[in-house]
T-cell receptor
């Protein structure tokens, strides 16, 4: 079974450009999460999808970040326009939905974004 | 102050040593995860705990809900265990974001 896959693995862009990160969750996983680790800090939650709906986007840093999950399958995270402080590693995770029961989260390899 | 504190931040040990990494949290949680990240690699889930103890191979994870504390132990450590070990908690419903809240990680190096 394929795990969570993220694309690209690395991206270097100039300040002001646009970048789109993609996450393909494990098939059948309704929950999809985006996280980010900036240099020297702990990983931080960005947002949570349940199927195609945004369940919680309280961690999104500002309106330059837009996440979508059309059709409830893969998700994209667009940063437009990118700023230097957006550099970091962006992780995606997915899990099954079992109501209020905790389920294991499966993480992707991450996308390392460098804004220069 | 982070809601999830890990110690130590860095740990270097000799092959074969028994390793303990600690995690303390300050809020009510519904589950605690131990994760592993190799250099340049993705994150792998090792354990998900809500009570008691779990064992998988040479790895053991324990949690004490009353004391808000968890430990990850590695027996007979090996250089391939070198990685960053991250503790993450899921807050009780309504206690914060839906996602996990992470510690800063413990950077473990096992020398041959």
């Amino acid at each position: 079974e394929a795990g969570v896959t993220q694309f690209p693995s690395h991206s270097v862009i100039e300040k002001g450009q646009t970048v789109t990160l993609r996450c393909d969750p494990i098939s059948g996983h309704d929950n999809l999460y985006w996280y980010r680790r900036v240099m020297g800090k702990e990983i931080k939650f960005l947002l949570h999808f349940v199927k195609e709906s945004k369940q919680d986007e309280s961690g999104m840093p500002n309106n330059r970040f837009l996440a979508e999950r059309t059709g409830g399958t893969y998700s994209t995270l667009k940063v437009q326009p990118a700023e230097l402080e957006d550099s970091g590693v962006y992780f995606c995770a997915s899990s099954q939905d079992r109501g209020r029961v905790n389920t294991e989260a499966f993480f992707g390899q991450g996308t390392r974004l460098t804004v220069v | 102050k982070n809601e999830v504190e890990q110690s130590p931040q860095n740990l270097t040990a000799q092959e074969g040593e028994f390793i303990t990494i600690n995690c303390s949290y300050s809020v009510g949680i519904s589950a605690l995860h131990w994760l592993q990240q190799h250099p340049g690699g993705g994150i792998v889930s090792l354990f998900m705990l809500s009570s008691g103890k779990k064992k998988h191979g040479r790895l053991i994870a324990t949690i004490n809900i009353q004391e808000k504390h968890s430990s990850l132990h590695i027996t007979a450590s090996h250089p391939r265990d070198s990685a960053v070990y991250i503790c993450a908690v899921r807050l009780h419903s309504g206690g914060g974001a839906d996602g996990l809240t992470f510690g800063k990680g413990t950077h473990l190096i096992i020398q041959p």
